[in-house]
């Protein structure tokens, strides 16, 4: 019996009863690489769908093109486009400013503004 429990307890060796590491064997890797794990290598190529695509049965009764209320974009208050004077470029508002004799230089708002009180004037 002393025989079987020597083999048994043969195998104990290995470990450390005061909380150490026990004796690795010759070719292992020593030190903190050993208790990592093996890094897992990234892989390349596409990233991977964040949404799925709906069910086969979820599309049912709808236009495959229609867009969903969620990807629609909100929609920017238009600026109504300038009518009469306004609407006119500023070159142009220089050459009617030009046919009456007047001056053409300034930002739009002054040219607008100096071609308006000329029709005024040429109205009364």
Same mark, same amino acid.
């Given at each position: 019996? /002393? =025989?079987?429990?020597?083999? +048994?307890?043969?195998?104990?060796? *290995?470990? !450390?009863?005061?909380?150490?590491? &026990?004796?690795? @064997?010759?070719?292992?890797?020593?030190?903190?690489?050993?208790?990592?794990?093996?890094?897992?290598?990234?892989?390349?190529?596409?990233?991977?769908?964040?949404?799925?695509?709906?069910?086969? /049965? =979820?599309?049912?009764?709808? +236009?495959?093109?229609?867009?969903? *209320?969620? !990807?629609?974009?909100?929609?920017? &208050?238009?600026? @109504?486009?300038?009518?009469?004077?306004?609407?006119?470029?500023?070159?142009?508002?220089?050459?009617?400013?030009?046919?009456?004799?007047?001056?053409?230089?300034?930002?739009?708002?002054?040219?607008?503004?100096?071609?308006?009180? +000329?029709?005024?004037?040429?109205?009364?």
């Amino acid at each position: 019996d /002393d =025989a079987a429990l020597d083999a +048994a307890l043969s195998g104990l060796d *290995a470990i !450390d009863l005061d909380g150490g590491e &026990a004796p690795r @064997p010759p070719g292992a890797n020593a030190g903190a690489e050993a208790d990592q794990p093996a890094p897992v290598p990234k892989k390349r190529g596409r990233k991977p769908k964040t949404a799925s695509a709906p069910p086969a /049965d =979820a599309s049912a009764g709808t +236009a495959p093109d229609a867009p969903l *209320a969620s !990807d629609a974009k909100p929609t920017k &208050a238009k600026k @109504p486009k300038p009518t009469g004077i306004a609407a006119l470029k500023v070159v142009e508002l220089r050459e009617e400013l030009s046919k009456r004799g007047l001056k053409t230089s300034g930002l739009k708002a002054v040219l607008i503004e100096r071609l308006q009180e +000329a029709i005024d004037n040429e109205k009364s």
